[in-house]
């Protein structure tokens, strides 16, 4: 076992607090990671305020690590010492069903292990990268590709996949008009990807208070949803609709905006349920749907992806200290666009 530094929220709704926590011995096919940077994601604090449900405390949220590798298992062939890697949302999966077998390994019929807040395959709890090191097997780990500073590469290990992976699916490219709903830690990304791809990309935003920065970063158009215009004007426009708000809006009105066929692809997941009309779908086959990160062989195709683009996520790098006030301003979209960990500070 490895005692190292880790901050974690002692129970449910707690703000979170240094302490300790344990590693397990390296595996045969494992790797010892040396964290650098981790990224604080909108859904480390549902988690952390049990927002999905129960959780599983002490935790240690973080799901946006990068780091360097500092020791590896006897059977380990992908990675050596020194190398830059990342690790998602995900540290493992049951690798024989149908799914996984598919690389959609975060679709794993027997539940993949997610990164933190899971029971791990040797029983023990999963503790996320608000932490010194972590233990993963190699198959769940990312290569970091050089051109990438792993500070800005961090979001990408959530952010960047859950974006670019229903954009992938549902073939954003040249010719397709894509819109990214709310412009935060996902939709920044998704306006990037979107563009790198090729696609004519609008944000829809609450307000224009972004507007340059979404300009700046590959958008063509902006325009504000608290402006009911907005809706009149861009009825039927868009093949694809990123949804990345995390609570509930009203989807009839967003899926007015889809072309015939079009799909509306929500990847904030909000914590009430919701309610919509199948009559807004049905005149137009159009889709209501959604998307959950990316399996470990399409987020390493991200990561290359961004690389070959030079896109890496706008981020506030913070110290340790600064987590539960990062969480404040985050909740209250007060964020440009991603808080990253520095984790020499923890
Ligand atoms: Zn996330
Ligand atoms: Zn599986």
Redesign the pocket.
């Known amino acids: 076992m490895t005692t190292v530094t880790a901050y974690a929220a002692p129970v449910g709704k707690a703000p979170l607090e240094r302490t300790t926590i344990e590693r397990r011995p390296l595996g045969e096919s494992d790797v010892m990671i040396d964290i650098e940077f981790c990224g604080i994601c909108h859904s480390d604090i549902h988690q952390v305020r049990e927002g999905w449900g129960d959780g599983i405390f002490p935790m240690v949220p973080g799901h946006e690590i990068t780091g360097v590798v500092t020791e590896a298992g006897s059977k380990v062939t992908r990675f050596t010492v020194g190398d830059r890697v990342g690790v998602g949302c995900m540290v493992d999966?049951?690798?024989?069903?149908?799914?996984?077998?598919a690389g959609l390994?975060q679709?794993?019929?027997?539940?993949?292990t997610w990164t933190y807040n899971a029971i791990g395959k040797d029983g023990q709890p999963t503790y996320g990268g608000y932490s010194q090191k972590i233990v993963v097997d190699e198959n769940y780990v990312l290569r970091i590709p050089e051109g990438l500073s792993l500070d800005v590469a961090a979001p990408l290990l959530c952010a960047g996949i859950t974006t670019y992976s229903p954009l992938k699916f549902w073939n954003a490219g040249p010719g397709k008009r894509v819109a990214v709903v709310g412009f935060g830690g996902l939709g920044h990304m998704g306006v990037k990807i979107a563009h790198a791809l090729g696609a004519e990309v609008t944000v829809l935003s609450q307000s224009l208070r972004k507007k340059d920065d979404g300009l700046r970063l590959g958008a063509d158009h902006y325009y504000a949803t608290a402006d009911a215009k907005t809706f009149t004007d861009l009825a039927g426009s868009f093949d694809i609709i990123i949804n990345t708000v995390s609570v509930p809006l009203d989807y009839a009105a967003f899926l007015s905006l889809l072309r015939t066929s079009g799909a509306l692809v929500n990847v904030g997941i909000p914590e009430e349920e919701v309610q919509v009309s199948l009559a807004s779908i049905f005149g137009n086959r159009r889709s209501l749907t959604s998307s959950n990160i990316g399996g470990i062989r399409e987020t390493q195709e991200m990561l290359d992806f961004c690389a070959d683009h030079q896109l890496g996520a706008e981020i506030e790098l913070i110290e340790a200290g600064q987590i539960n006030e990062a969480y404040e301003r985050v909740a209250n979209s007060d964020v440009r666009y991603r808080f990253v960990i520095d984790t020499a500070t923890l």
């Open positions: 999966s049951c690798r024989r069903c149908e799914n996984c077998k390994e679709y794993c019929l027997d539940q993949p």
